[in-house]
């Protein structure tokens, strides 16, 4: 496998991890963990950046025509992306949401 | 036959990294079946299909540790693929993962 579709696969391994890591951070966050759920978002971040640059390859590149496969293949990639992208800024506002409630449970106590 | 199952978000682009792996086993000739599903399905392929070992892919390493708790239970290996070989789609490398969890068992 060479070319485009190494080049998607590359994209979906990013951008999936970076994903995973937002929720981790999320998870994390849910325990009071915030150091780790920083650390987690800071792993994803860098991940979505190298994402966002195979993508930009990708769109330099063209689309190779006619090709189905690799036009599905194209499409999954592009979905990873967009959900990473999403879930970075759900895992931003959960996290805070997670610290305020921390914060106020230590009041109360 | 060991069934060696990988599950990632929609089991779309992990299906390819299989068929890799399953090429790499065919040259080999060893007694292995390399499949791919969607995470969400793992617990209905368990009770149909009783895999030999579960890998699952990168975008879902946050299930990760849930799931080896589950099924380590039923003795069952689990695995995470590395994010540098999936996206190089490295058969190889993979299988060889899946070889030493079966291997080493639990």
């Known amino acids: 496998m060479e070319g485009l579709e190494l080049l998607c696969f590359k994209l979906i391994s990013a951008a999936g991890t970076a994903r995973s890591c937002n929720i981790e951070a999320i998870q994390e966050a849910k325990k009071g963990e915030f150091e780790k759920a920083e650390q987690l978002m800071k792993e994803g971040e860098g991940l979505f950046l190298n994402a966002h640059e195979i993508h930009n390859t990708i769109l330099a590149q063209g689309t190779n025509g006619g090709n189905t496969d690799g036009s599905i293949l194209v499409m999954h990639a592009e979905d990873q992306l967009m959900s990473a992208e999403m879930f970075q800024i759900i895992a931003k506002e959960f996290i805070d949401t997670c610290r305020r409630m921390s914060e106020l449970e230590r009041k109360v106590n | ?106």
């Open chain 2, 1 to 106: 036959m060991k069934k060696v199952y990988l599950f990632c978000s929609a089991g779309m682009s992990t299906s390819l990294l299989a068929s890799n792996m399953q090429k790499v086993a065919n040259d080999h000739n060893l007694p292995i079946e390399v499949k791919a599903f969607s995470l969400p399905n793992l617990q209905d392929i368990y009770e149909k299909e009783h895999p030999d070992c579960i890998l699952l892919g990168p975008q879902v390493r946050f299930a990760y540790e849930e799931t080896k708790k589950t099924y380590n239970k039923l003795n069952i290996p689990v695995g995470l693929i590395d994010a540098s070989d999936y996206g190089s789609i490295n058969g190889e490398r993979v299988l060889k993962l899946a070889i030493k969890l079966m291997k080493q068992g639990l």
